[in-house]
């Protein structure tokens, strides 16, 4: 199923750019890295989706639910930021990485029927996640759980809703208009908040070509899952990508020789068995 590929690319770009978060966390501030990502990114789509676009197809209720998408993304993306900074690996990555069920359960409101094996399959994505996730090494286990839970939470609805919005969007609207505008909605509210915050407005200079990449995969990813509105079963690209938190350990383990437990590699098998099974 061609939604379910699209979500594994998707899922590979996030993963690459959680690498990346490693480093850019350690350098400054979150909304200046943020900001950057997705001012860099929007400038990047900007010509693509100007000159490709089919613009007159964005109505005002169109318009409407990609500022309303881009927003709520804006929100994920600010608790995905501050989970990640606050809270170790094994809490955070399985609460936002639960997000697929919020997105399957609001498919079947929307009238997409929804069978119990679909329902088992998320199920087993969202545990294989959680359980490469928990069995990650954390070095700083004394944090205070509560605010990063508040702030997974956040990112994990932030994310599902942004991907159901951006779908009901596409078919209000060719999909690169939406794509740019709920980008542009995202980048302004996030430099707004930028402007109301006091400290530094740039992020380091050190961490600028990460930024850069970073907002190549960014938006390439959400680019994918949005622009999925338009196939069948859009809702399992967002299931797919859920797995970027999981490509992310396994990517470590390849490049920078971080260790996998027998425990995570089931939990990596489980997911990806579960996705082969939705593409029946």
Same mark, same amino acid.
């Given at each position: ?6 979500? %594994? ?16 966390? /350690? ?8 900001? *950057? ?14 000159? +490709? =676009? ?5 109505? /005002?209720? =169109? ?5 309303? &998408?881009? $927003? ?6 600010? &608790? ?35 069978? %119990? ?15 490469? &996730?928990?069995?990650? #090494?954390?070095?700083?286990?004394? $944090?205070? *759980? ?9 990112? @994990?609805?932030?994310? !599902?809703?942004?991907? !159901?919005?951006? #779908?009901?969007?596409?078919?209000? @609207? ?5 794509? +740019?505008? $709920?980008?542009?909605?995202? *980048? ?5 908040? +930028?402007?109301?915050?006091? =400290? ?19 938006? *390439? ?32 383990? $390849? ?8 425990? /995570? ?5 489980? !997911? ?9």
């Amino acid at each position: 199923m061609l939604s379910l590929s699209l979500g %594994l690319v998707a899922a590979l770009a996030w993963g690459i750019h959680d690498i990346c978060v490693r480093y850019v966390s /350690q350098k400054g501030r979150i909304l200046p890295s943020l900001a *950057t990502v997705l001012l860099v990114g929007s400038i990047i789509l900007v010509p693509i989706s100007t000159s +490709l =676009g089919d613009w007159p197809t964005i109505t /005002q209720v =169109g318009f409407s639910y990609c500022v309303l &998408g881009g $927003t709520v993304y804006l929100l994920g993306c600010i &608790g995905l930021y501050k989970a990640f900074s606050i809270g170790p690996v094994r809490l955070v990555a399985p609460i936002i990485g639960a997000y697929p069920i919020l997105s399957i359960a609001w498919a079947g409101l929307s009238g997409q029927p929804v069978n %119990l094996g679909q329902w088992l399959a998320v199920g087993c994505v969202v545990f294989g996640v959680a359980l490469v &996730g928990y069995l990650s #090494h954390s070095d700083d286990e004394e $944090t205070s *759980t509560l605010p990063a839970v508040s702030w997974s939470v956040l990112g @994990g609805a932030g994310f !599902a809703g942004a991907f !159901a919005i951006g #779908h009901i969007a596409i078919q209000a @609207g060719d999909e690169l208009p939406v794509i +740019l505008i $709920t980008r542009l909605a995202a *980048t302004a509210g996030v430099l707004v908040l +930028l402007l109301l915050q006091s =400290g530094p407005k740039f992020p380091d200079r050190s961490a600028w070509p990460f930024l850069a990449a970073m907002a190549v995969l960014d938006t *390439t990813a959400h680019s994918i899952v949005i622009g999925s509105g338009n196939l069948d079963r859009p809702e399992f690209a967002a299931v797919a990508a859920s797995m970027f938190g999981m490509i992310t350990v396994v990517l470590a383990w $390849t490049f920078l020789r971080e260790r996998m437990s027998l425990g /995570q590699w089931c939990g990596v098998a489980l !997911a990806f068995g579960a996705v082969g099974y939705l593409a029946l």
